[in-house]
């Protein structure tokens, strides 16, 4: 069975700050990584997934995330927030063969002040 | 928007009644999973469809149970409420299942069950 921790349950930031959500698994077998958003009364948005290949993936909104498989480790990063990137943030987990059965985080809500 | 609907947006029931749960899948996907998504927590994976079967499922009683229609639809079924069954309950589609799915997954906004 995999599980994943996001130490971080709430991370206040202020405006054009950088920000980082940790997220650790844990998995006998190889894993997909996923980085979901979800603003306020809304459902969830994929922001960027680790399948194979390079490390470091990308979101077309400035967020990145590097996958450390001696670390066990996605941790999600942004050099510089913005007010509207006010969401909680989900880190998920999937085996090759479990589908679309995701293992997901806690959570962390993040609070960008100006 | 994701193209995922679910109806009704909120709803209050009793313990030990049932609640069915709509979901119109994104269109072109075959395949819907729901979630539950408790107060404060991370979403739950309840179980799976794809081509009208139950292909995967979660750590979660019978009584949670679901369908799939030749449109790809889906509804989730629960019975006998508890209060603990209070929560998001969150349906996403996807255009592909097991290994073929890269995992991304296209959520509704969610029905918000209260139990009483």
């Known amino acids: 069975a995999q599980s994943v921790t996001q130490l971080d349950s709430q991370v206040p930031v202020f405006e054009e700050a950088p920000v980082e959500l940790r997220c650790n698994y844990s998995s006998s077998v190889s894993v997909y990584l996923f980085w979901y958003v979800q603003y306020p009364n809304q459902g969830l948005q994929l922001l960027l997934k680790y399948l194979s290949g390079s490390t470091l993936v990308e979101s077309i909104n400035g967020f990145e995330a590097e996958f450390n498989k001696s670390q066990t480790s996605f941790h999600l990063r942004k050099p510089s927030v913005h007010i509207s990137d006010t969401a909680e943030y989900f880190c998920?987990?999937?085996?090759?063969?479990?589908?679309?059965?995701?293992?997901f985080g806690g959570g962390t809500r993040v609070l960008v002040k100006p | 928007e994701t193209g995922v609907t679910q109806s009704p947006t909120h709803l209050i029931k009793t313990r030990g009644q049932q609640v069915t749960l709509r979901c119109s899948s994104q269109s072109g996907h075959n395949t819907v999973s729901w979630y539950q998504q408790a107060l404060g927590q991370g979403p739950q994976f309840i179980f799976q469809?794809?081509?009208?079967?139950?292909?995967g499922r979660g750590n979660f009683p019978p009584r949670f149970s679901g369908l799939q229609f030749p449109n790809y639809s889906s509804e989730l079924n629960v019975n006998a409420l508890e209060l603990d069954d209070s929560a998001l309950y969150l349906c996403?589609?996807?255009?592909?299942?097991?290994?073929?799915?890269?995992?991304?997954?296209?959520f509704g906004e969610g029905s918000r069950l209260t139990v009483l």
């Open positions: 469809y794809y081509r009208e079967e139950e292909n």
């Open positions: 996403a589609s996807s255009s592909a299942s097991g290994r073929l799915s890269t995992g991304e997954l296209f």
């Open positions: 998920a987990v999937r085996t090759k063969a479990a589908g679309n059965k995701l293992t």
